[in-house]
């Protein structure tokens, strides 16, 4: 089946510095990738989507120059949080859309912890 | 009135019945229908797909859906403990700019007792 991998999967850094997160698609090419946020006990809040070659669509009230979004090739998206502050630590999950059959594939997440 | 409902829960079943989770959504236009699970602390994953009227069924998994109804559900026959989770329902809605975005509903969790 289709496998999204995700580096780190876990991270912990003091406020007011950058993190960057990695997501793959191991065995197919996904033109879309999407950046989700979820905290504790709720559910999954869509950041962005990523199109590989062109600039990604924010959703509404995320800050674009806040997360930097690259999507350089068919099999990786990165998704950056510059000046982490403590409101940033959450869950975030990444996904790549099969451009065969418009399903998404969640990767393990990243949990992230800022001091 | 929110995109994709679902009852929060907690489902609770015994083991060996089945699990009924139910999902309405609120775009008509809505072309693509999707259930995941996703355990405390992980990601979600796919379940399974359905994308016209009528049944799917995939092993203990049956995916239903209604588009008159704006209805979607997932029922798990001989439900078992490790089926214990959060079901997400996510719908792709008529979109010309991004056919591939999910709306996500808030999740049924379901607890399966022996």
């Known amino acids: 089946g289709a496998v999204v991998s995700q580096h780190p999967s876990r991270v912990i850094c003091k406020s007011g510095t950058s993190v960057k997160i990695e997501c793959r698609s191991l065995?197919?090419?996904?033109?879309?990738m999407f950046w989700y946020r979820q905290f504790p006990k709720q559910s999954l809040m869509l950041m962005a989507t990523s199109n590989e070659g062109s600039k990604a669509t924010y959703e509404q009230g995320v800050e674009k120059d806040k997360f930097l979004i690259n999507h350089a090739s068919l099999t990786l998206s990165t998704l950056t949080v510059t000046s982490a502050h403590p409101e940033d630590s959450s869950f975030y999950i990444c996904s790549a859309s099969d451009r065969y059959t418009d399903t998404q594939y969640f990767g393990p997440g990243t949990r992230l912890t800022v001091l | 009135q929110k995109e994709v409902e679902q009852n929060s829960g907690p489902l609770s079943v015994p083991e060996g019945a089945i699990a009924s989770l139910n999902c309405t959504y609120s775009d008509r236009g809505s072309q693509s229908f999707f259930w995941y699970r996703q355990y405390s602390g992980k990601s979600p994953e796919l379940i399974m797909s359905i994308y016209s009227n009528g049944d799917k069924e995939d092993g203990r998994f049956t995916a239903q859906l209604n588009k008159a109804s704006q209805y979607v559900s997932l029922l798990i026959r001989d439900s078992q403990p490790s089926d214990s989770a959060t079901y997400l329902c996510a719908v792709t809605p008529p979109d010309l700019y991004n056919t591939d975005k999910l709306i996500f509903g808030t999740g049924t969790r379901l607890q399966v007792f022996p």
């Open positions: 065995d197919f090419q996904a033109t879309t």
